[in-house]
């Protein structure tokens, strides 16, 4: 017997199926390797298939309120999900997305939209995206003015300042400066010298035009920039009737007083006071109108007498066709409060005063109060030597600020023309020249106006809109 013809033919037979053994595994691994990157390719071509139609629900909802800006039920006038198929160009079905929509608290544009894409071949793969959709308001500002500007030492500002005048800054800017006229001639310089749209005289002074305009970050922390598109406060006007109809819809509609006007107190129980002003503080021995200022006088209560407490309005919109002082706190509301007379008349405008804090409790967009003037916004003279205003202030056609009142304007030994610090939480849209103290040292030494950025989707009831589209604000996909 040949043992090693046999030996050998072992050896090649045991190798053999050695290597038939690795193949055969090898071929499986790969088989199996191949089936799963066949399968995770198709749950990724899924999920991403799953992920455009949840897209295709977002688009949907911006295109379908860019046409019914206020409808929050997808056209059904029922509560949601709204499912909406989606085929291919064959007409076979891919899927459908549904949308889950949130309308805006009162006052606010701020809607979410969460959108769910699900494949028609597998159902079990979706995936979702939330989109928060707004439209700004006239709140895109600290403050906004349609005349010349002039913010003195002590003013900081912490917020966008734009004004259709020139600005003359000497404080502090946080945010960028702008105006709409490449150069101006200040009232205030005493000269005819033109000056840049928007400049300062704390030293070194600007040069004046043509120099070139130099980088001034002491002052103008975020930069400033001229000439840049108009503001228009005409377009005001309109929004301030509306706000008439909606206070007798579903608001809280107060006619004139026949005396001085009303005084509002807010509270944070969600209910205000009201009252009657029956006559108002005469100047002290001495004050007067030394600046010849148009409306003058103390803007400061004497007597008055209670009306009723009423509660917050659904649709959040007080309305008077008088004169209004307001004051108090907040907790959780959303409120404007508006004076006005129609048909508009010049000499009849009325305006809105505060002189005793008006407060929020939170600052995070739960609480948010506008006060809309047809005249003036006023400080009065027996106002807080420390006055804190969270509030949107507008002055549709007058100004936002306080009057001149002269070192005789004493009462009881105490100085009501000096004043400490006046602090704004909110913003500023006045129409004439704004101000809370004069170049000598009568108003308020410190002005602090701190700019609340949840005012510019987030707005209060009937807030002016600078546009009529959504615009997105954030989007994630969400579980």
Known sequence: MNTKSTYTAGVILVNALIFAGIAITVTIG?????????KTTRTLAAREQAFQLAEAGIEYYRWHLAHAATDYTDGTGQPGPYL???????????????????????GSTIVKVKSKGVLASDETVTRSIQATLAIPSLAKFAVVANNDMRFGAGTEIFGPVHSNGGVRFEGVAHNIVTSSKATYDDPDDGNSQQKFGVYTTVNPVDPNPPAAVPSRPDVFIAGRQFPVQSFDFA????????????????????NASGAQGYRIVLKTNDTFDLYRVTSLRSAPSGCTN????????????????????????????????????????INSARLTIAAGRFPDNALTRPSITVNNDLKYTSYDGTDVISLIAQGNFNVGMWSEDDLRIDAALVAQNGR??????????????VNYYDRNTITLFGMIATNQRYGFAYTNGTGYDNRNITYDTNLLYGPPPSFPLTSSQYQTISWQEVQ
């Open 30 to 38: 790969l088989t199996n390797w191949g089936a799963t990157v066949l």
């Open 84 to 106: 909406h198929n989606v085929t291919d160009a064959d007409g076979d079905l891919i899927g459908r997305y549904e949308l889950t929509i949130t309308p805006p608290p009162i």
């Open 235 to 254: 377009g005001l006007t309109f929004d301030l009737a509306q706000m008439k109809a909606d206070a007798n819809t579903d608001g809280h509609y107060i």
């Open 290 to 329: 030394s600046a010849n200022q148009n409306g003058w006088g103390t803007w400061s209560i004497n007597n008055q007498t209670f009306v009723a407490n009423y509660p917050f309005p659904a649709n959040g919109i007080i309305f008077v066709e008088d004169h209004v002082w307001v004051e108090g706190q």
């Open 400 to 413: 936002v600020g306080r009057y001149y009142y002269d070192s005789d304007c004493k009462s009881g030994g």
